[in-house]
Nanobody, 122 residues
């Protein structure tokens, strides 16, 4: 029912910025929350940030103060603004829809995009 397409990844030097986009075929909030995940080589998939339909946001400790998640309901799109990028941020970034925020925790939804590669050079 929901198709997600990520874009905006690329190669950037440490200290640079990128903005990722996740465009949905329908409402971005098929659940009550959406999240950005990333998968780096040799590491488990990590929840980077999430946003609820009410606009509440949360971030992994590793990206707090550097990344910002936002949503544009009119465009059915969520964004991840990434500033002060570090080589440790290198990963494939995935958008997840249909998630639910419950008791302060994000529960993964059923819908995923294809991923977009972010590479940060030192």
């Amino acid at each position: 029912q929901v198709k997600l397409v990520e874009s905006g990844g690329g190669l950037v030097q440490a200290g640079g910025s990128l903005r990722l986009s996740c465009a949905a075929s329908g409402s971005i909030f098929s659940g009550n929350a959406m999240g950005w995940y990333r998968q780096a080589p040799g590491k488990q998939r990590e929840l980077v940030a999430h946003i609820t339909s009410r606009g509440n946001t949360n971030y992994a400790d590793s990206v707090k103060g550097r990344f910002t998640i936002s949503a544009d309901n009119a465009k059915n799109t969520v964004y991840l603004q990434m500033n002060s990028l570090k080589p440790e941020d290198t990963a494939v970034y995935y958008c997840n829809a249909g998630g639910v925020l419950y008791s302060g925790s994000y529960y993964i939804g059923d819908y995923w995009g294809q991923g977009t590669q972010v590479t940060v050079s030192s």
